[in-house]
T-cell receptor
Framework: GAVVSQHPSWVICKSGTSVKIECRSL??????MFWYRQFPKQSLMLMAT?????????EQGVEKDKFLINHASLTLSTLTVTSAHPEDSSFYIC????????????FGPGTRLTVT | GDSVTQMEGPVTLSEEAFLTINCTYT??????LFWYVQYPGEGLQLLLK?????DKGSNKGFEATYRKETTSFHLEKGSVQVSDSAVYFC?????????????FGAGTRLFVKA
């Protein structure tokens, strides 16, 4: 149980275009989802926290107008990278937390974004 | 604020060697502690966890004990395999991290040679 999927697993887009990444909890309801960014050989950097039905909370230094997060349902959150640039190329990972109150998060497999 | 410090890598071991990856934390409350593993090109997988002092988490031959007195959660395995080569992240989460965010250490890369 507690499986989180991400789609797509990898994507290449041209500079200036937008790309949407989906994060789904497959067998549980996720009241909270988190979006992380990971640079090569580095740790995860939390970008934002999203709660179902409300606006996402962004970490300091993360541009909310560039990284649009929508948590429309208890099983789906999306991250849209708008007007992508090569420096946005990275590995994006989502995680989900259940409504049970546990501190444990379940991670998706990640999406590798390459902007050319 | 809360933080996690883990030993720098990379760590290179021969197969069947003993593994220790040190992890210490600072927290104002009583956090839950985790070890996650990331294999090349993949997302994170929960390896083990402990939710209170003196708890021992274990999985796949790995274990770690929540030591409140030394604020540590060191990862150990008695005999590593080539398939254990990955990056290991120590992490904590509690109500003081704001929205139950997880705070990650920098990660320790492990290479196991045959």
């Amino acid at each position: 149980g507690a499986v989180v999927s991400q789609h797509p697993s990898w994507v290449i887009c041209k500079s200036g275009t937008s790309v949407k990444i989906e994060c789904r909890s497959l067998d549980f309801q996720a009241t909270t989802m988190f979006w992380y960014r990971q640079f090569p050989k580095q740790s995860l950097m939390l970008m934002a926290t999203s709660n179902e039905g409300s606006k996402a909370t962004y970490e300091q230094g993360v541009e909310k107008d560039k990284f649009l997060i929508n948590h429309a349902s208890l099983t789906l959150s999306t991250l849209t990278v708008t007007s992508a640039h090569p420096e946005d190329s990275s590995f994006y990972i989502c995680s989900a937390r259940t409504a049970s109150g546990s501190y444990e998060q379940y991670f998706g497999p990640g999406t590798r974004l390459t902007v050319t | 604020g809360d933080s996690v410090t883990q030993m720098e890598g990379p760590v290179t071991l021969s197969e069947e060697a003993f593994l220790t990856i040190n992890c210490t934390y600072t927290a104002t409350g009583y956090p839950s502690l985790f070890w996650y593993v990331q294999y090349p090109g993949e997302g994170l997988q929960l390896l083990l966890k402990a939710t209170k002092a003196d708890d021992k988490g274990s999985n796949k031959g790995f274990e770690a004990t929540y030591r409140k007195e030394t604020t540590s959660f060191h990862l150990e395995k008695g005999s590593v395999q080539v398939s254990d080569s990955a990056v290991y992240f120590c992490a904590l989460s509690d109500e003081n991290t704001g929205g139950f965010k997880t705070i990650f250490g920098a990660g320790t890369r492990l290479f196991v040679k045959a």
